[in-house]
């Protein structure tokens, strides 16, 4: 059930608590005007010929009980008008009105239910279209031919400026209400909460105000032709859902893009059937386009001009009118063909050799780190590794894509990743280094080596008073906080890393995982602090909760929490690992999705935390909480706090869940290159 639809069903509570709570709060502030404990009940009647009010002395509980069944009403005529449940709730607040004397001498109660059920609303009591919506801003909201009702701390105020059949009737609630407006035709309308003020032109229904000890409620229902409100704060009813964009061909991510390529190729979906106007742009510009009045649908973009070997980022914007949706993503095109780099300039290869007994299964598209010092590569390459490449065969073959995490020409150490088509665990893998070509361009293409199920790849390999550069297509870069200096770029666990100071060093991101199910984190950590630090968060920045935080209670235990507020919402697991030892360790949080469960991995070995008081965290995933920013290294919410004390390096998200042979399988290669491959002999070319 909806958020909109369970504040309705709670209409009954809120006037209770309005009644038995903010009364007794107004004896201290007005003075008594009944000395028999009881109130005034105004009941007015809006028709279409007349109109007329009475007034009746009641007590709290007679009150109380006319507005709950007046809010029931409200429920049952806003979610379903035409069942048998709300006709039979009119029949019985007409007869309770009756019952209490509150119908006016000039109205029976037939004239009454007619108001109830006026004449031109009957062709509308069966199915709804989907054609149309309210006029809505954050503050405002508008609706047409419309049921109206609403409840509140206020007063009504029927005045009749016009001639009939039209009348003018408002409301104000100075100290909060809750009104609602929906289309006949199309069942859509708005739901006001908060303090407001409304009208209702063309009204045919009734209204209840009741005074007790100088406070006053009120409640009011019926037909308008035109309702508006203006409120602190508006929602749709029932609530909106947003338009989806899907089926994005190329995909995100996806390599070997034929140059050739005529169209970018997409699917945009609305649940409610509103029509929806998009706009596509791509980077480099190599096509756009626009649509209005769209239906769902499948749409194209032409394309012209695409370059060989070239990333293009392409992002999309679809909107109904009250949601707009943006998707981003990339494709890049064709490599070169097969060739012999001894042909082409290149003076030198070594090969490589994967060990496959490192390798716990087959695995596809696998980022192989290389870290090594190489005499050879010091006295042969470029100074800054530019002609560097990777091959997947010797002579005449393909191309790999990789990326240079650190090279320093002085001593040859490399630290570079590779990305490896497929790695076996049957057979030992191997590929090829070639180097010695003095007038080469840069080889690396980091983006070719994080393909599209990367969502950010962080090195934390630069000087950290820039920009905190991902290596993916998703440009998800971040921003150093505190006083992080470049004295903080240290060496790390693969190649250099950050430190932060465990006071006010952190890394801000903005929110990117909002719409993950299910994915992972990877993490290297160094530590010998005893006090709790975060690796990896996810929280408000303008409130302390709701946060998701990977990393490190007191002492050693290695961490995952998650909190919002509410009841039965906290989940804390710990495990003693020895995680504060001053070693590298790598830490990995694996969500398998909605109610799928979690993984913990803890230098590459799966391990079960311990849940505090038995809690299961079952429903914890990267789109449990509403955040608007992500972290490294502490929370970023206005306490600041879970500051990480040490070192951290190569910290990854990806937004499918990795398997344990992934898990370990990386692990192995990382934590150690050198017994995870060899490298043979240098081989000159001929």
């Given at each position: 059930?909806?958020?909109?639809?369970?504040?309705?069903?709670?209409?009954?509570?809120?006037?209770?608590?309005?009644?038995?709570?903010?009364?007794?709060?107004?004896?201290?502030?007005?003075?008594?005007?009944?000395?028999?404990?009881?109130?005034?009940?105004?009941?007015?009647?809006?028709?279409?010929?007349?109109?007329?009010?009475?007034?009746?002395?009641?007590?709290?509980?007679?009150?109380?009980?006319?507005f709950n069944l007046m809010s029931q009403l409200r429920t049952e005529m806003t979610l379903d008008p035409a069942s048998n449940k709300t006709e039979s709730l009119k029949i019985q607040l007409v007869n309770t009105l009756d019952q209490k004397g509150l119908l006016p001498s000039s109205v029976t109660k037939d004239t009454w239910l007619s108001a109830l059920n006026p004449t031109w609303n009957e062709p509308q009591q069966g199915p709804r279209k989907k054609s149309s919506f309210p006029k809505l801003s954050a503050t405002h909201g508008t609706c047409t031919l419309c049921m109206v009702?609403?409840?509140?701390?206020?007063?009504?105020?029927?005045?009749?400026?016009?001639?009939?059949?039209?009348?003018?009737?408002?409301?104000?609630?100075?100290?909060?209400?809750?009104?609602?407006?929906?289309?006949?035709?199309?069942?859509?309308?708005?739901?006001?909460?908060?303090?407001?003020?409304?009208?209702?032109?063309?009204?045919?229904?009734?209204?209840?105000?009741?005074?007790?000890?100088?406070?006053?409620?009120?409640?009011?229902?019926?037909?308008?032709?035109?309702?508006?409100?203006?409120?602190?704060?508006?929602?749709?009813?029932?609530?909106?859902?947003?338009?989806?964009?899907?089926?994005?061909?190329?995909?995100?991510?996806?390599?070997?893009?034929?140059?050739?390529?005529?169209?970018?190729?997409?699917?945009?979906?609305?649940?409610?059937?509103?029509?929806?106007?998009?706009?596509?742009?791509?980077?480099?510009?190599?096509?756009?386009?626009?649509?209005?009045?769209?239906?769902?649908?499948?749409?194209?973009?032409?394309?012209?001009?695409?370059?060989?070997?070239?990333?293009?980022?392409?992002?999309?914007?679809?909107?109904?009118?009250?949601?707009?949706?943006?998707?981003?993503?990339?494709?890049?095109?064709?490599?070169?063909?097969?060739?012999?780099?001894?042909?082409?300039?290149?003076?030198?290869?070594?090969?490589?050799?994967?060990?496959?007994?490192?390798?716990?299964?087959?695995?596809?598209?696998?980022?192989?780190?290389?870290?090594?010092?190489?005499?050879?590569?010091?006295?042969h390459a470029q100074a800054n590794g530019n002609d560097i490449l990777f091959m997947d065969n010797e002579g005449v073959a393909s191309q790999l894509g990789h990326e240079i995490e650190y090279y320093d020409g002085a001593t040859g150490a490399l630290t570079a990743w590779v990305r490896l088509p497929t790695i076996s665990s049957a057979q030992d893998t191997v590929l090829y280094m070639y180097y010695g070509n003095p007038s080469s361009p840069a080889q690396q293409f980091p983006e070719r080596v994080w393909d599209g199920n990367y969502e950010a790849v962080w090195h934390l390999n630069?000087?950290?008073?820039?920009?905190?550069?991902?290596?993916?297509?998703?440009?998800?870069?971040?921003?150093?906080?505190?006083?992080?200096?470049?004295?903080?770029?240290?060496?790390?666990?693969?190649?250099?890393?950050?430190?932060?100071?465990?006071?006010?060093?952190?890394?801000?991101?903005?929110?990117?995982?909002?719409?993950?199910?299910?994915?992972?984190?990877?993490?290297?950590?160094?530590?010998?602090?005893?006090?709790?630090?975060?690796?990896?968060?996810?929280?408000?920045?303008?409130?302390?909760?709701?946060?998701?935080?990977?990393?490190?209670?007191?002492?050693?235990?290695?961490?995952?929490?998650?909190?919002?507020?509410?009841?039965?919402?906290?989940?804390?697991?710990?495990?003693?690992?020895?995680?504060?030892?001053?070693?590298?360790?790598?830490?990995?949080?694996?969500?398998?999705?909605?109610?799928?469960?979690?993984?913990?991995?803890?230098?590459?070995?799966?391990?079960?935390?311990?849940?505090?008081?038995?809690?299961?965290?079952?429903?914890?995933?990267?789109?449990?909480?509403?955040?608007?920013?992500?972290?490294?290294?502490?929370?970023?919410?206005?306490?600041?706090?879970?500051?990480?004390?040490?070192?951290?390096?190569?910290?990854?998200?990806?937004?499918?869940?990795?398997?344990?042979?992934?898990?370990?399988?990386?692990?192995?290669?990382?934590?150690?290159?050198?017994?995870?491959?060899?490298?043979?002999?240098?081989?000159?070319?001929?």
């Amino acid at each position: 059930m909806s958020k909109n639809y369970r504040k309705i069903i709670a209409l009954g509570i809120i006037v209770f608590f309005i009644a038995e709570l903010c009364i007794p709060f107004s004896q201290s502030s007005y003075s008594t005007t009944k000395e028999n404990g009881n109130g005034t009940l105004t009941c007015y009647f809006f028709g279409k010929k007349m109109s007329s009010k009475q007034d009746v002395e009641l007590s709290v509980n007679e009150a109380t009980m006319i507005f709950n069944l007046m809010s029931q009403l409200r429920t049952e005529m806003t979610l379903d008008p035409a069942s048998n449940k709300t006709e039979s709730l009119k029949i019985q607040l007409v007869n309770t009105l009756d019952q209490k004397g509150l119908l006016p001498s000039s109205v029976t109660k037939d004239t009454w239910l007619s108001a109830l059920n006026p004449t031109w609303n009957e062709p509308q009591q069966g199915p709804r279209k989907k054609s149309s919506f309210p006029k809505l801003s954050a503050t405002h909201g508008t609706c047409t031919l419309c049921m109206v009702a609403g409840d509140g701390a206020g007063l009504l105020f029927p005045m009749f400026l016009l001639p009939r059949p039209r009348f003018i009737m408002g409301w104000s609630a100075p100290y909060g209400g809750i009104t609602t407006a929906t289309n006949m035709l199309t069942a859509k309308g708005y739901q006001a909460e908060g303090t407001q003020t409304g009208t209702a032109f063309g009204f045919i229904g009734e209204g209840l105000m009741y005074s007790y000890y100088g406070y006053q409620i009120y409640s009011f229902l019926g037909y308008a032709l035109i309702a508006t409100t203006t409120a602190e704060d508006l929602e749709y009813v029932p609530p909106n859902n947003p338009p989806s964009i899907a089926n994005v061909q190329p995909s995100d991510g996806q390599d070997g893009v034929p140059s050739t390529l005529a169209n970018l190729q997409f699917r945009i979906q609305d649940p409610d059937g509103d029509f929806m106007k998009y706009t596509v742009t791509t980077n480099p510009d190599v096509g756009s386009a626009s649509g209005r009045l769209k239906p769902s649908g499948v749409y194209t973009v032409p394309l012209s001009d695409l370059k060989s070997n070239s990333i293009y980022r392409w992002t999309i914007e679809v909107s109904d009118g009250k949601v707009t949706i943006t998707e981003k993503g990339s494709f890049i095109t064709q490599g070169k063909p097969p060739f012999d780099p001894f042909s082409q300039g290149w003076a030198y290869r070594k090969k490589i050799t994967v060990n496959h007994t490192q390798v716990s299964r087959d695995l596809t598209d696998f980022p192989f780190l290389i870290s090594v010092v190489d005499q050879n590569l010091r006295d042969h390459a470029q100074a800054n590794g530019n002609d560097i490449l990777f091959m997947d065969n010797e002579g005449v073959a393909s191309q790999l894509g990789h990326e240079i995490e650190y090279y320093d020409g002085a001593t040859g150490a490399l630290t570079a990743w590779v990305r490896l088509p497929t790695i076996s665990s049957a057979q030992d893998t191997v590929l090829y280094m070639y180097y010695g070509n003095p007038s080469s361009p840069a080889q690396q293409f980091p983006e070719r080596v994080w393909d599209g199920n990367y969502e950010a790849v962080w090195h934390l390999n630069t000087n950290p008073v820039g920009p905190v550069l991902d290596s993916t297509a998703k440009d998800n870069d971040g921003t150093t906080e505190g006083d992080m200096a470049a004295s903080d770029l240290t060496a790390g666990k693969i190649g250099r890393c950050f430190h932060f100071d465990g006071f006010d060093d952190f890394i801000s991101f903005a929110d990117f995982t909002s719409s993950m199910n299910a994915g992972t984190c990877v993490a290297w950590v160094q530590t010998t602090s005893t006090n709790s630090g975060a690796v990896w968060g996810e929280a408000d920045s303008t409130s302390n909760k709701p946060y998701i935080v990977l990393g490190k209670y007191s002492d050693d235990l290695f961490m995952f929490a998650r909190d919002v507020y509410g009841m039965d919402s906290n989940y804390q697991g710990r495990l003693s690992t020895g995680m504060n030892d001053g070693q590298w360790h790598q830490i990995v949080w694996l969500s398998r999705g909605s109610g799928n469960g979690n993984a913990f991995y803890f230098d590459g070995h799966q391990v079960s935390l311990n849940w505090q008081d038995g809690q299961n965290p079952n429903g914890i995933w990267f789109d449990d909480q509403v955040t608007n920013t992500h972290s490294i290294g502490g929370l970023d919410r206005p306490m600041k706090d879970v500051q990480w004390d040490g070192r951290l390096d190569e910290i990854r998200i990806l937004k499918t869940p990795m398997d344990t042979a992934w898990v370990a399988t990386e692990f192995a290669n990382q934590n150690n290159p050198s017994g995870f491959s060899s490298f043979g002999p240098e081989v000159p070319g001929s």
